[in-house]
């Protein structure tokens, strides 16, 4: 028997990494916002710790790594909520290392999370939302799914994946009045760069000291003093799921539009150096 809650609310949001960081700021600012909240993350009880009690919230328990534990919380917030209008994939975690100081079980436990987990999660959700015939499908990426640069290669992959993943999204859900954006936050004031999300790597090569071995001693004096706010960030993502017309992509902070802007540039000007070779490789017209 279905167990549909009555109260009228603006959305349902389903949120993954919801326990703390951006996904608790997130949660948090939805249900102020007047939305219901699936919140969900490997612990549901520092979820309810975290953004208390309350019958606009469903605490769901979920490894976005278990397909079947994805299944299962998406059944559980239509039996409690009757729909899902949002879903913010936002669990994951980094890896600073040079490429090759990356060891194989860190790569594959990341990409595990950071990508077949968001996948896992989408493919779940996104049956409920064809259905309806609306949605939004929010990907968090980075800084880093647009740049990638010296440290943060392997990480930076995951996320040029969740950048490729949503842009078809969009492509596939635009005629079904589904939406798809991809968010790349840059730095921001959250425990990102503490060892409960990020995992730096074992090996240390010397020959890389000056690349990636400098961003390692950059991340310890960036830690906790990120230009970004992250109260900020998640009033902006109320801001975006209000949006008539959302964008593909959202850059959060003036770091990453930064970035963005320095790498446009970089590949006009390679493309025009490079372009008569490229020309070049067609069939005679």
Known sequence: MSNVTKQQFKRVWFITGASRGLGALIAKAALADGNAVVA?????????????ESPALLPVALDVTDEAQAKAAVEAAVEKFGRIDVLINNAGFGLLAAVEESSD????????????????????VLPVMRKQRSGHVINMSSIGGYRAGAGFG?????????????????????PLGIHATVVEPGYFRT???????????????DDYDDTSGKVRRFAVGMNHNQPGDPDKLATAMVTLVDAQTPPLRLPLGTDTLKAIAEKNAFVTTETETWKALSQSTDFPV
């Not at 612990?43 to 309810?48: F, H, L, S, T």
């Not at 079980?105 to 779940?124: E, K």
């Not at 990480?155 to 859900?173: M, N, Q, R, W």
């Not at 990020?198 to 240390?204: P, Q, S, T």
């Open 191 to 205: 425990d990102f760069l503490d060892a409960s999300s990020l995992v730096v790597g074992k090996e240390i090569i």
């Open 105 to 124: 079980a860190d790569v594959r436990r990341m990409y595990d999370t950071n990508v077949f987990g968001l996948l896992n999660v989408t493919r779940a």
């Open 154 to 174: 392997v990480y930076s992959s995951t996320k040029f994946a969740v950048e490729g993943i949503t842009e078809s999204l969009h492509a596939e859900l635009k």
């Open 40 to 52: 969900a993350g490997r612990n549901a009880a520092a979820i309810v710790e975290r953004l208390g």
